[in-house]
């Protein structure tokens, strides 16, 4: 509907929004002030009724207790299309689902996806307050990406234990290896797949746009994560630029979440010289 919008210019708001429905636009723009107070204009209010994006979530905000069954059945036959739409993460109303359903999940996430993002919030909690990264060095350099595979596999086991996941390393998908595999015992349908790049490979952008975009083709998974992992400060630059600078070239990179892994060496504050008192 963006995309509409941008292409017909003015032209969008004369096919989409006739004289009845700007009155009642402007009506309701006029009950949203007296709740919201001073903190928004009329106009301001009015602006936001025609963003097809934020009307969505507004509608969406209205009818969520209704839909939530639906976006759940969708959510397990691994077709969340409403969901994708309207960038609905199910994992936010897991309080509000019946308690038998709720009951089904060893974690408040109903989405493997919710579970993963969990991950690696987690493997970067150790490495910014614990000692975790030290593993991504030896002899004061970063080790290599098949280390880091190694580093990553572990922590998957032992953060996963008791949740039902199972993880496979180094899947055959067509003619290539992804490094992961994740998928739910119970829910054999939905998978992840997970690619790992150090920051500095010569194959970053590849592994972006073409390996990983195979994968999901061929495998028929609907979620893939790309992280990109860095150890110094040039390669932190590296990764930032790359997911500014990316440019979707293939449809199934809509299924691809770019995560930046820091594994840089906190920096210690330098001790002052101290003389000698005499």
């Not at 509608?59 to 299309?81: C, Q, R």
């Not at 054999?188 to 746009?209: F, R, T």
Request: hydrophobic share 35%; net charge negative.
């Amino acid at each position: 509907m963006c995309l509409v919008k941008k292409d017909m210019g003015k032209d969008f708001e004369k096919v989409y929004y006739d004289a009845e429905l700007k009155k009642e636009i402007h009506e309701c723009a006029k009950q949203e002030k007296k709740e919201w107070g001073e903190n928004f204009t009329i106009k301001e209010i009015e602006e936001g009724y025609y963003d097809p994006d934020e009307m969505c979530g507004n509608i969406f905000e209205d009818i969520d207790f209704v839909e939530l069954p639906t976006l759940y059945n969708e959510e397990k036959a691994n077709m969340p299309t409403i969901s994708k739409l309207l960038g609905i993460n199910l994992d936010y109303y897991f309080e509000i689902l019946p308690i038998d359903i709720q009951k089904q999940y060893k974690s408040k996430h109903v989405t493997l996806l919710g579970e993963v993002s969990e991950l690696f919030r987690y493997i970067q909690q150790r490495i910014n307050s614990g000692s975790l990264a030290e593993l991504f060095f030896e002899n004061n350099k970063p080790v290599n990406e098949n280390r880091i595979h190694v580093i990553i596999e572990n922590i998957m086991h032992a953060y996963f234990i008791g949740k039902g996941v199972d993880i496979s390393r180094e899947v055959l998908i067509k003619n290539g290896k992804v490094d992961f595999k994740l998928f739910r015992k119970d829910q054999k349908d939905e998978k992840i797949l997970i690619e790992v790049k150090k920051a500095n490979s010569s194959y970053l952008k590849a592994g972006y746009e073409n390996q990983l975009c195979d994968y999901i083709r061929y495998s028929d998974c609907m979620n893939a994560f790309y992280l990109i992992v860095c150890c110094t400060d040039d390669e932190y630059k590296i990764a930032s630029n790359f997911i500014d600078n990316h440019v979707y070239t293939d449809n199934f990179q809509m299924y691809i979440n770019i995560a930046i892994l820091d594994a840089r060496k906190k920096k210690t504050p330098s001790r002052k010289k101290r003389k000698d008192l005499l």
